[in-house]
Each structure stands twice: as structure tokens, then as C-alpha cells.
């Protein structure tokens, strides 16, 4: 983004170092995200898409422009930051220049070092990451950035020290947590380690002069310990800090945890405890798990968080005991609300939060003080706090490390009392018992914690008269609590029986028992399954009269009213079901099992969740497909084949098709072929008994349960391999009930070649405008004979043939060889000839046909010499000059030449005009004549002819003549 503009450092003077306050807020997120150690400007004229940045003109000059003016601008914007500049430059593959020219150039117009100019003929998407050197070059400025930041803030530290009058700790607390920030981004931790905890000292012997001095001085030491910790509990430490980050934790929150102001709220000391041990046990989850201590609660993260829960459960409290804070938020809310005043005003976020300062209230609050409105915004903000939830979360974390580590009894008794008294808040009259519910549910392996808040429910809906929910309740605890279960069920039975009432439970396993099979546990579409459950049951009551219900993933297969059967703790009660899947699924899944008992005039509905899955396939093929055929395949021949049928089941009616895909007729490769009026590349008939063409509309497959023979036959046009697509539709009758539509895709692979071999070789190479010979072999090397008829070499208008070789017909029997030679002359410049072998040829006493073949790779060379003539531009009138003549033979023989001269009227020629010169083969000779031009002017230099059998070629010059 190059219209980007960074902030520009004032240059640093000792002067303006202020003793008010620490640090700047948004300092640390300004170093990270906002200045750049180090910028690559990236342009983007590779062709791929747009220009990046837009240029005016698509030359090089106008783009060298373009990147002089970003890096001047940068450059300016960067002053006193120590950061450089690299330049990464995408160009088109076309570029004539090559990347060291354009390096080059751009060094010039920008004045930056070689090593910081990257040009790439690539595409804008290529990662730059592809490039080492540039990898390398921005790592190593960065590093050296950081490096010249930290030298900075020495020499003024330095300064402050010895210039500055008075107290300049602030200041001094100030640098050194600079130091230590910058130094980490370095990377380099002991180095941060020891800045960090001068800033820490410093601030931690600095005495406070009233409570927003002392809260600044917090805020920064928890900002500065924080980042100690992060060191300590980081690679390469990790363990071997441990100790020393608990000890420093302890030690932090001992110094600062006490305070007691009469502005202070109370509720604000458990908050601020509340983040300290969160952020401290989500460092210590770095921790392997092998390095928290068995008898040492601080090195576990669980520990933490448990704490963290009861400091928020103990703000919950404030908020929903504490009168004079309920009497507060009631007054304040009022008042705002009556005044129009929004503390949650979208505009306002991240602005200091004191009413005084917001746009739209500084003329109606006259005579509140700052304090007093920050007192205002934090009493309302945690009135709003979701205390219960966060309360509950955390503690949940803390189960989720305990659990992993060592469950100890003593921590369970203490989560145990903790959460079971989350739930109850003073005030309330109804219990919607959601959370209870949620946190049963999330604590599914801490059966002790589970079986005191279900008992806390129990006693709840008890005394708020919700029977359902009481019976849940005793159900959900039966399962957990061995002994009192009979006690609990008859009591739940009993209750039952003497109401009216519908009660829904999601059974536990500790109940009810489901084993669930397939028989096969593997299907095919269209077969049966045979589905079992065996239901054990754990209730030492007899349930009979049950009715089961089973429901699917797919609701068609789910069974409302299955069977009645009874449940008891003797024997398994079994259940068995056929399944018959007809449709297009992949699986089949058994999602729950639904058990309806009856007592009295009530309904107990116990619901037991499953995932027992059955893997439903693709059908089965009912049709077995062979083809009975005997290669080689010939183009111009009949081709017989045989497809073969065996049905596995009744086939009502079907269909075959042949079709050879699109993506295989297309293509510019050449290959033999017979001349034909049709662009079919084959022909297939069905003998039925008399040959029919086949048409898209398909073979029919007669109505059998039996063998089936279908004969085909083939005709090619073309060589080449064929992989042709055999689909088969039919309509299966597997029984009585089940009829049902079916495809299969068999694919049917032919190498068709054509019916003779044949040869062309080149005796001597062939050149541009010269004679040459080819010689054409055609043999066969089947036992069948094959008449031919003529050969001819058909050319395009690039080269000529002698003419067509004809026979009175020519029988070719297994090892005979007919071989023809032709001459050819070559017109025009060629790297090869492109053309056809035509061969006329066919059974005995059958048709004939005309097959092309496409003639092999026949180099071509242009010449058979090199013709190069040195001759100056002007000379002086009467004075001599040397013209200079190079041949060079591009033919592997020697060759006899005879050069000419004609045409010197107007200069006195010194040499041969006729020569007969013999060049032996790839090598160059050099002729020199020498003339004077006696007449001035532009003159007609003598045109100078080289002949080599019939091969001629000819040069003409011209030259000034001065006087």
C-alpha cells in the first residue's frame, strides 16, 4: 500500500524526556505493528495482472521514475528510525534486459546498495520466500535495526543521567523496559531478562504520591513482570525457570495485592487477582506436563485457574450481596438512563472512559469529578459482568488440568464445594436449572462433583414443587451413586405412579447398557442387514411392559413402536431387526433408543444416545462383462469382437453403449490413416444376424437371466490407441418386491496399427533449393498377403516430389520388401518436410484403399554454404580497398565452388573475376578482392556469385566513393 504514511520520529533531545508517566499506552503496539524494522517495497510489472504500482508509461525509464519517488518518500518518513529500505521488482519473462541490467539500473536511480535490490522475471504470486538472499537480507536489517534502537536509548539514558536535574527514575524505568522490548524482538533473552528486571526494581522502589500514581505504577510493573514470566517460561528455559517465575509471581502479588484506599473498590482488588493468576497459568500450559510438581500446587496451571474462579465467584458476590454496591449501580443506571448517556457508546471505545471527556456529555456533568466518573464506569461496567459463567469456565479449566495431572481427593472436596455453590444466587425464586445441567454434562468424568450438584437439584426442585425435574434429577443420580439407587428408582416409580405426569431422561450407561451389532456390518444397496440390541440393565427394579423405539440417521428406516419387552438385571433383553436399504445412502446410522415405561397414569421416557454406524456400499453389478476378441488390430479391416453377458440375477431390459470420450479425439498429433468421406475416426456394426451400424441410441439387451452373446464388429479409420467406454443400463428384478434400476462402466482398450510396416531413409541430408533422394520401404510381416497398388510422397507447396511409383499390382508376401526411390527438391526454408506416404494397397481381390502415413523426421538444412561479405561503407575516390568474401560448407562433403564477379564497371578490380575454389567439409575459407573506385558517388559495388552444383546464390553491395 504505497500511499501508506508512517509516522516521523522528532529527533530525540534529552530535554524533552518527560518524568510524567512511564510508558505511553499504545507504545509496545506501536513498536510491533506500526514501525517497520525494516520495508520492502514491492512492484509489481510482471505481466500477471494489473501494474503495482501504476505506471505511466510502460518504459523502463518511467518505472525507474516510479521507484525513486517511493523510496525517496519512505526514506523521508523513516528518518532518525535506522530503518532501511529493500526494493523487490517483478518483471515480465519477455524483458529483453536481463535482472543484472535492471539491478543496475535501479541502483542508480535510487542509490541503494546492490544487496538490497531484488528483481525477479516471475509472476507476482511467486512467494518471495523463493528467494534465500532476500530472506536473508531482511532478517539481517531487522536485526541490526533493533540493534541500532537499543544503542540509541543507551546514549540517552546516558544523557538523562548526567544533563537532567532531580528525580529521573520514571525516566530511567521508561528506558530500560524499551531496552528489554527491543532486545526480546532481537530475540536475544538475557539481555531482555536483565532490562526487564531493572524497570521492575525501579518501579517497585518508586513510592507512590496518591492512588492514580500508584495504579500507574501497577499497571506498568504488571506489563513489565509479564513479559518476565513469558521469558522464564519460553524456550530455552522452559523448566529450568520455573521455580524463579513462581517465586517472582508470589512475590509480585504479595507486593501489590493489599491495597486499601477509600477510592479503591472492593471489588476492583479481586479483578486485578483475578488476572494475574489467568495470565500466569496460561503460560505455565507451555510447561511440559512432566515438570509440575506432585506436592507443589504453584507449577500447575489447574491451581490458577481454580483460584482465578474463586476470585471471580468472590466479585459475583459483591455484586449480588454487597447493598451499597446494588443500591450504587440502581442510582447510576438511573441516573444515565434519565440523562441520555451511553456507556457503551460505539464511538467511544477506546477512548479514556470518563464521562468528562465524551463528545456528547462534557456540558451536562459539571461538578463530577474525574475520579468520581471512573468510579461510575467500573461500578456499571461490572454490574454487567458475566460473572457465573467466567466463574464456571475457570474452574472447569482447572478439572481439565487436575485431571490430566493428579486428581488428587483434596482438590476434588475443594472444586467439589466450590461448584456446587456457583448456582445459588441470593434473591432468586425460580432455578431454571440450564447451567447445572450444562456443567453435569461437562463434568461427565468427575462423578463426585456430578453427584453433589445433582443432589443440590434434587433438594432445589423439591422445594420449588418442579416433580419433573426432581425425578431427572433421581434418575441422573441413581447412575452415579451405587448404593442409594434401588432407594432412588422406587422412590422415582412410586411418585409415578401417583401422577399424572411425563418425564424425559437421557439414561446413563450405568442404567442401561445398550450392545448394538450389524449382521454384516458391510452392505451392499439392495441387501439386508440383520440389526441386533442387547440392552443390560443395571436397575434393580423389574421394568416389563417396555416400549422400544429405535430411530435412524435416515428417519424412513426409524421404528416408533417396536416391541414391548421387559428389563431386568438377570438377563439382556434383545431386540432384532432386518434392514433393507433401497436408497442412496453411504451409512446408516442408530442414533438413540427410546424406552417408554409406563406407571399408572404417568410415562417415564428413557432416551440411551448411540453412534453404532453401518456402511452401506454401491450396489453389487448384476451383469458379468467379458469380450472375447483376438489382437492385432488393423485400420482398414473388419475387426471382430464378442461381448459376453452373464447375469447374476433377472434382467428385465437394458442397454449397451460404446462411445470413445471427447478428450481423446482431440489433439494435433498426426497419425496413418485411409482416405474416407466421413470424419469418424472408426465405425461399429452390430451382427444381428446381418451387420447394422451402431447408432447413440444404443444395443438392446434382451430380457434373460441367462449367458448373452452380443458380436460386434469394428472398423477403423485411423491409427492410434483407442480406449473406448462400454456402459451397460439394465432394470434387475432381484425378487419379487425389489426391482430396481442399474449402471456399470467397463472400459475396452484397442491398439489399432495400420496393415504394413514401412521405412523412408535419407541417403545424404537434404538442403534448401538443392536436389536430394529418399528411399521408401514397405514390407508386411503378417502370413496374410496385401496387394499394393502404387507409393507416392505427397509434399505441401515446400517441396517436390519425382512423381507417384505405380504397379501392376505388387503382391507382398510375409519378409517381402518393396522399396522405391524418389527425388525431391526443397523450395523454401524448412527445419524438416511435413507430408504423407501414400500407399495404395489391398486384399487380394478386395477394395482398394488409400492409406496416409506421415513421413518420419527429415532434417532440412538451409543452405549447403554460408555466404558472408565485409565490405566499407565509403572510401576515398582513386584509393584502394579490400572487399573480403566468407564461405563456409555446411555439408559433411568437400565441395567444389566457382565464384564470379560482374558488374565492376566503375572500380578497378585487383583478383580473379572467375575462381574455382574446393572447401572441404564444415569449414570456412576466406576470398579477398581489392578495387579502387574511380568514379564518385554512390556506386554499384560488382555482384559476387557463388555456385555449388545447382545451388547458387548471389550478393549485391553498394558503397560512397568521396572525392
Same mark, same amino acid.
Not at 525457570?241 to 509471581?249: C, D, I, N, S, Y
Not at 434418575?475 to 422412590?491: C, G, I, P, S, T
Given at each position: 500500500?504505497?500511499?501508506?504514511?508512517?509516522?516521523?520520529?522528532?529527533?530525540?533531545?534529552?530535554?524533552?524526556?518527560s518524568?510524567e508517566?512511564?510508558?505511553?499506552?499504545g507504545?509496545?503496539?506501536?513498536?510491533k505493528?506500526?514501525? %517497520?524494522?525494516?520495508?520492502?517495497?514491492v512492484?509489481?510489472?510482471?505481466?500477471?495482472?494489473?501494474?503495482?504500482?501504476?505506471?505511466?508509461?510502460?518504459?523502463?525509464?518511467?518505472?525507474?521514475?516510479?521507484?525513486?519517488?517511493?523510496?525517496r518518500?519512505?526514506?523521508?518518513?523513516?528518518?532518525?528510525?535506522?530503518?532501511?529500505?529493500?526494493?523487490?521488482?517483478?518483471?515480465?519473462?519477455?524483458?529483453?534486459?536481463?535482472v543484472?541490467?535492471r539491478?543496475?539500473?535501479?541502483?542508480?536511480?535510487?542509490?541503494?546498495?546492490s544487496?538490497a535490490?531484488?528483481?525477479?522475471?516471475?509472476?507476482?504470486?511467486?512467494?518471495?520466500?523463493?528467494?534465500?538472499?532476500?530472506?536473508?537480507?531482511?532478517?539481517?536489517?531487522?536485526?541490526?535495526?533493533?540493534?541500532?534502537?537499543?544503542?540509541r536509548?543507551?546514549?540517552?539514558?546516558?544523557k538523562?543521567?548526567?544533563?537532567?536535574?532531580?528525580?529521573?527514575?520514571?525516566?530511567?524505568?521508561r528506558?530500560?523496559?524499551?531496552?528489554g522490548?527491543?532486545?526480546?524482538?532481537?530475540? @536475544?533473552k538475557?539481555?531482555?531478562l536483565?532490562?526487564?528486571?531493572?524497570?521492575?526494581?525501579?518501579?517497585?522502589?518508586?513510592?507512590?504520591?496518591?492512588?492514580?500514581?500508584y495504579e500507574?505504577?501497577r499497571?506498568?510493573?504488571? *506489563?513489565?513482570?509479564?513479559?518476565i514470566w $513469558?521469558i522464564?517460561?519460553?524456550?530455552?528455559?522452559?523448566?529450568?525457570?520455573?521455580?524463579?517465575?513462581?517465586?517472582?509471581?508470589?512475590?509480585?502479588?504479595?507486593?501489590?495485592?493489599n491495597?486499601?484506599?477509600?477510592?479503591?473498590?472492593l471489588?476492583?482488588? *479481586?479483578? *486485578?487477582?483475578?488476572?494475574?493468576?489467568?495470565?500466569?497459568?496460561?503460560?505455565?500450559?507451555?510447561?511440559?506436563?512432566?515438570?509440575?510438581e506432585v506436592?507443589?500446587?504453584?507449577?500447575?496451571?489447574?491451581?490458577?485457574? #481454580?483460584t482465578?474462579?474463586?476470585?471471580?465467584?468472590?466479585?459475583?458476590?459483591?455484586?449480588?450481596?454487597?447493598?451499597?454496591?446494588?443500591k450504587s449501580?440502581?442510582?447510576?443506571?438511573?441516573?444515565?438512563?434519565?440523562?441520555?448517556?451511553?456507556?457503551?457508546?460505539?464511538?467511544?471505545?477506546?477512548?479514556?472512559?470518563?464521562?468528562?471527556?465524551?463528545?456528547?456529555?462534557?456540558? #451536562?456533568?459539571?461538578?463530577?469529578?474525574?475520579?468520581?466518573?471512573?468510579?461510575?464506569?467500573k461500578t456499571?461496567?461490572?454490574?454487567? &459482568?458475566?460473572?457465573?459463567?467466567v466463574?464456571?469456565?475457570?474452574?472447569?479449566?482447572?478439572?481439565r488440568?487436575?485431571?490430566?495431572?493428579? %486428581? #488428587?481427593?483434596?482438590?476434588?472436596?475443594?472444586?467439589?464445594?466450590?461448584?456446587?455453590?456457583?448456582?445459588?444466587?441470593?434473591g432468586?425464586?425460580?432455578?431454571?436449572?440450564?447451567?447445572?445441567?450444562?456443567?453435569?454434562?461437562?463434568?461427565?468424568?468427575?462423578?463426585g462433583?456430578?453427584?453433589?450438584?445433582?443432589?443440590?437439584?434434587?433438594?432445589?426442585?423439591?422445594?420449588?414443587?418442579?416433580?419433573?425435574?426432581?425425578?431427572?434429577?433421581?434418575?441422573?443420580?441413581?447412575?452415579?451413586?451405587?448404593?442409594?439407587?434401588k432407594?432412588?428408582?422406587?422412590?422415582?416409580?412410586?411418585?409415578?405412579?401417583?401422577?399424572?405426569?411425563?418425564?424425559?431422561?437421557? $439414561?446413563?450407561?450405568? /442404567?442401561?447398557?445398550?450392545?448394538?451389532?450389524?449382521?454384516p456390518?458391510k452392505?451392499?444397496?439392495?441387501?439386508?442387514?440383520?440389526?441386533?440390541?442387547?440392552?443390560?440393565?443395571?436397575?434393580?427394579?423389574?421394568?416389563?411392559?417396555?416400549?422400544?423405539?429405535?430411530?435412524f440417521?435416515?428417519?424412513?428406516?426409524?421404528?416408533?413402536?417396536? @416391541?414391548?419387552?421387559?428389563?431386568?438385571s438377570?438377563?439382556?433383553?434383545?431386540?432384532?431387526?432386518?434392514?433393507l436399504?433401497?436408497?442412496?445412502?453411504?451409512?446408516?446410522?442408530?442414533?438413540?433408543?427410546?424406552?417408554?415405561?409406563?406407571?399408572?397414569?404417568?410415562?417415564?421416557?428413557?432416551?440411551?444416545?448411540?453412534?453404532?454406524?453401518?456402511?452401506?456400499?454401491?450396489?453389487?453389478?448384476?451383469?458379468? /462383462?467379458?469380450?472375447s476378441?483376438k489382437?492385432?488390430v488393423? &485400420?482398414a479391416?473388419?475387426?471382430?469382437?464378442?461381448?459376453?453377458?452373464?447375469?447374476?440375477?433377472?434382467?428385465?431390459?437394458?442397454?449397451?453403449?460404446?462411445?470413445?470420450?471427447?478428450?481423446?479425439?482431440?489433439?494435433n498429433?498426426?497419425?496413418a490413416?485411409?482416405?474416407?468421406?466421413?470424419?469418424?475416426?472408426?465405425?461399429?456394426?452390430?451382427?444381428?444376424?446381418?451387420?447394422?451400424?451402431?447408432?447413440e441410441s444404443?444395443?438392446?439387451?434382451?430380457h434373460t437371466?441367462?449367458?448373452?452373446?452380443?458380436?460386434?464388429?469394428?472398423?477403423?479409420?485411423?491409427?492410434?490407441?483407442?480406449?473406448?467406454?462400454?456402459?451397460?443400463?439394465?432394470?434387475?428384478? @432381484?425378487?419379487?418386491?425389489?426391482?430396481?434400476?442399474?449402471?456399470?462402466?467397463?472400459s475396452?482398450?484397442?491398439?489399432?496399427?495400420?496393415?504394413?510396416?514401412?521405412?523412408i531413409k535419407?541417403?545424404?541430408?537434404?538442403?534448401?533449393?538443392?536436389?536430394?533422394?529418399?528411399?521408401?520401404?514397405?514390407?508386411?510381416?503378417?502370413?496374410q498377403?496385401?496387394?499394393?497398388?502404387?507409393?507416392?510422397?505427397?509434399?505441401k507447396?515446400?517441396?517436390?516430389?519425382s512423381?507417384e511409383a505405380?504397379?501392376?499390382?505388387?503382391?507382398?508376401?510375409?519378409?517381402?520388401?518393396?522399396?522405391?526411390?524418389?527425388?525431391?527438391?526443397?523450395?523454401q526454408?524448412?527445419?524438416?518436410?511435413?507430408?504423407?506416404?501414400?500407399?495404395?494397397?489391398?486384399?487380394?481381390?478386395?477394395?482398394?484403399?488409400? $492409406?496416409?502415413?506421415?513421413?518420419?523426421?527429415?532434417?532440412?538444412?538451409s543452405?549447403?554454404?554460408?555466404?558472408?561479405v565485409?565490405?566499407?561503407?565509403?572510401?576515398?575516390?582513386k584509393?584502394?580497398?579490400?572487399?573480403?568474401?566468407?564461405?563456409?560448407?555446411?555439408?559433411?562433403?568437400?565441395?567444389e565452388?566457382?565464384?564470379?564477379?560482374?558488374?565492376?564497371?566503375?572500380?578497378l578490380?585487383?583478383?580473379?573475376?572467375?575462381l574455382?575454389?574446393?572447401?572441404?567439409?564444415?569449414?570456412?575459407?576466406?576470398?579477398?578482392?581489392?578495387?579502387?573506385g574511380i568514379?564518385?558517388?554512390?556506386?554499384?559495388?560488382?555482384?559476387?556469385?557463388?555456385?555449388?552444383?545447382?545451388?547458387?546464390?548471389?550478393?549485391?553491395g553498394?558503397?560512397?566513393?568521396?572525392?
Amino acid at each position: 500500500e504505497f500511499s501508506h504514511e508512517f509516522e516521523v520520529r522528532r529527533e530525540a533531545r534529552v530535554e524533552r524526556q518527560s518524568s510524567e508517566g512511564f510508558l505511553k499506552l499504545g507504545w509496545t503496539t506501536k513498536r510491533k505493528k506500526f514501525i %517497520p524494522a525494516v520495508a520492502l517495497l514491492v512492484f509489481d510489472w510482471s505481466g500477471a495482472r494489473f501494474d503495482s504500482p501504476p505506471v505511466s508509461s510502460p518504459d523502463w525509464k518511467s518505472k525507474e521514475r516510479t521507484i525513486f519517488s517511493y523510496v525517496r518518500k519512505f526514506r523521508e518518513e523513516f528518518r532518525n528510525r535506522f530503518v532501511k529500505i529493500a526494493v523487490l521488482v517483478y518483471i515480465s519473462h519477455n524483458e529483453e534486459a536481463t535482472v543484472e541490467e535492471r539491478t543496475n539500473s535501479v541502483k542508480k536511480a535510487t542509490d541503494l546498495e546492490s544487496k538490497a535490490i531484488f528483481v525477479v522475471k516471475s509472476r507476482i504470486d511467486d512467494s518471495p520466500q523463493s528467494l534465500p538472499k532476500l530472506k536473508k537480507y531482511l532478517w539481517d536489517s531487522a536485526l541490526a535495526h533493533y540493534r541500532d534502537e537499543i544503542e540509541r536509548i543507551k546514549k540517552l539514558k546516558s544523557k538523562v543521567q548526567k544533563e537532567l536535574m532531580g528525580n529521573t527514575k520514571t525516566i530511567e524505568v521508561r528506558l530500560d523496559f524499551k531496552q528489554g522490548y527491543l532486545n526480546e524482538l532481537r530475540q @536475544e533473552k538475557d539481555s531482555a531478562l536483565n532490562c526487564y528486571k531493572k524497570a521492575y526494581s525501579g518501579l517497585v522502589k518508586t513510592s507512590p504520591v496518591n492512588l492514580a500514581h500508584y495504579e500507574e505504577i501497577r499497571t506498568v510493573a504488571d *506489563w513489565t513482570i509479564y513479559r518476565i514470566w $513469558c521469558i522464564h517460561l519460553s524456550a530455552p528455559y522452559l523448566v529450568t525457570k520455573l521455580k524463579e517465575a513462581v517465586t517472582l509471581f508470589k512475590s509480585h502479588i504479595a507486593k501489590y495485592r493489599n491495597l486499601k484506599h477509600k477510592d479503591v473498590l472492593l471489588f476492583e482488588r *479481586w479483578k *486485578w487477582l483475578t488476572d494475574q493468576f489467568v495470565r500466569f497459568g496460561r503460560l505455565l500450559e507451555s510447561v511440559p506436563r512432566n515438570a509440575y510438581e506432585v506436592n507443589n500446587l504453584w507449577t500447575q496451571p489447574g491451581f490458577y485457574y #481454580m483460584t482465578a474462579s474463586n476470585f471471580v465467584y468472590r466479585r459475583m458476590e459483591i455484586t449480588t450481596h454487597d447493598e451499597d454496591f446494588i443500591k450504587s449501580v440502581s442510582n447510576w443506571q438511573e441516573f444515565i438512563k434519565n440523562a441520555g448517556f451511553r456507556v457503551k457508546d460505539p464511538d467511544y471505545v477506546g477512548k479514556s472512559k470518563t464521562l468528562v471527556s465524551h463528545p456528547l456529555q462534557s456540558e #451536562m456533568i459539571e461538578g463530577i469529578s474525574t475520579n468520581d466518573q471512573v468510579k461510575i464506569i467500573k461500578t456499571i461496567e461490572e454490574a454487567d &459482568f458475566q460473572h457465573l459463567q467466567v466463574s464456571v469456565d475457570l474452574a472447569l479449566s482447572a478439572a481439565r488440568f487436575y485431571q490430566l495431572t493428579i %486428581p #488428587m481427593p483434596r482438590v476434588v472436596d475443594q472444586l467439589n464445594y466450590f461448584l456446587v455453590g456457583l448456582y445459588s444466587k441470593k434473591g432468586e425464586t425460580q432455578m431454571s436449572f440450564s447451567l447445572e445441567e450444562e456443567l453435569i454434562q461437562r463434568m461427565s468424568n468427575w462423578k463426585g462433583i456430578s453427584a453433589n450438584i445433582l443432589d443440590r437439584m434434587i433438594q432445589d426442585s423439591s422445594i420449588l414443587g418442579n416433580t419433573s425435574k426432581n425425578l431427572e434429577s433421581k434418575v441422573q443420580m441413581a447412575a452415579l451413586n451405587q448404593e442409594k439407587r434401588k432407594e432412588l428408582l422406587e422412590n422415582t416409580f412410586q411418585t409415578l405412579n401417583e401422577e399424572f405426569l411425563q418425564v424425559q431422561v437421557e $439414561c446413563p450407561r450405568e /442404567l442401561l447398557t445398550p450392545h448394538i451389532s450389524y449382521s454384516p456390518q458391510k452392505i451392499h444397496k439392495y441387501e439386508q442387514s440383520t440389526l441386533e440390541v442387547k440392552i443390560q440393565s443395571f436397575i434393580p427394579v423389574v421394568m416389563e411392559n417396555v416400549r422400544i423405539a429405535l430411530m435412524f440417521s435416515d428417519n424412513s428406516f426409524n421404528l416408533e413402536h417396536h @416391541e414391548l419387552i421387559t428389563l431386568n438385571s438377570e438377563h439382556p433383553a434383545v431386540i432384532r431387526q432386518e434392514l433393507l436399504v433401497k436408497h442412496e445412502i453411504s451409512e446408516l446410522e442408530l442414533k438413540q433408543i427410546i424406552l417408554n415405561y409406563e406407571v399408572g397414569a404417568s410415562c417415564l421416557t428413557l432416551e440411551i444416545n448411540t453412534s453404532a454406524k453401518l456402511k452401506v456400499l454401491p450396489p453389487l453389478p448384476k451383469l458379468n /462383462l467379458s469380450f472375447s476378441q483376438k489382437p492385432p488390430v488393423f &485400420f482398414a479391416e473388419n475387426y471382430p469382437i464378442t461381448v459376453e453377458l452373464s447375469p447374476n440375477a433377472e434382467i428385465l431390459e437394458g442397454k449397451l453403449f460404446i462411445y470413445r470420450e471427447e478428450a481423446q479425439e482431440t489433439g494435433n498429433v498426426k497419425r496413418a490413416s485411409i482416405d474416407r468421406a466421413t470424419l469418424n475416426q472408426y465405425v461399429i456394426y452390430h451382427l444381428d444376424p446381418q451387420p447394422v451400424e451402431y447408432t447413440e441410441s444404443g444395443i438392446t439387451i434382451p430380457h434373460t437371466d441367462s449367458e448373452v452373446s452380443i458380436p460386434l464388429q469394428f472398423y477403423f479409420f485411423e491409427e492410434g490407441l483407442y480406449t473406448l467406454k462400454v456402459k451397460l443400463k439394465y432394470t434387475v428384478k @432381484e425378487s419379487k418386491d425389489i426391482t430396481y434400476e442399474s449402471e456399470q462402466d467397463h472400459s475396452l482398450e484397442l491398439e489399432v496399427k495400420p496393415p504394413f510396416q514401412s521405412h523412408i531413409k535419407c541417403p545424404k541430408p537434404l538442403h534448401t533449393n538443392s536436389p536430394g533422394l529418399l528411399k521408401v520401404s514397405v514390407w508386411t510381416l503378417r502370413s496374410q498377403q496385401i496387394v499394393v497398388h502404387a507409393i507416392e510422397l505427397s509434399s505441401k507447396e515446400d517441396w517436390e516430389s519425382s512423381g507417384e511409383a505405380c504397379y501392376s499390382p505388387q503382391t507382398l508376401s510375409e519378409g517381402d520388401i518393396l522399396s522405391e526411390v524418389f527425388q525431391i527438391w526443397v523450395k523454401q526454408t524448412k527445419d524438416q518436410l511435413s507430408g504423407d506416404l501414400v500407399v495404395k494397397w489391398s486384399r487380394k481381390e478386395g477394395e482398394v484403399s488409400v $492409406c496416409r502415413l506421415p513421413l518420419p523426421y527429415i532434417p532440412v538444412k538451409s543452405s549447403p554454404i554460408d555466404l558472408e561479405v565485409v565490405a566499407p561503407s565509403q572510401v576515398h575516390h582513386k584509393s584502394l580497398f579490400s572487399v573480403f568474401l566468407y564461405i563456409k560448407n555446411n555439408t559433411e562433403e568437400k565441395q567444389e565452388l566457382t565464384i564470379k564477379l560482374s558488374n565492376s564497371n566503375g572500380f578497378l578490380l585487383g583478383g580473379l573475376e572467375n575462381l574455382r575454389l574446393e572447401v572441404s567439409e564444415e569449414v570456412q575459407e576466406q576470398v579477398e578482392y581489392r578495387l579502387i573506385g574511380i568514379e564518385a558517388g554512390i556506386q554499384q559495388l560488382p555482384d559476387i556469385s557463388v555456385q555449388s552444383g545447382e545451388f547458387q546464390k548471389t550478393w549485391k553491395g553498394r558503397v560512397l566513393v568521396l572525392p
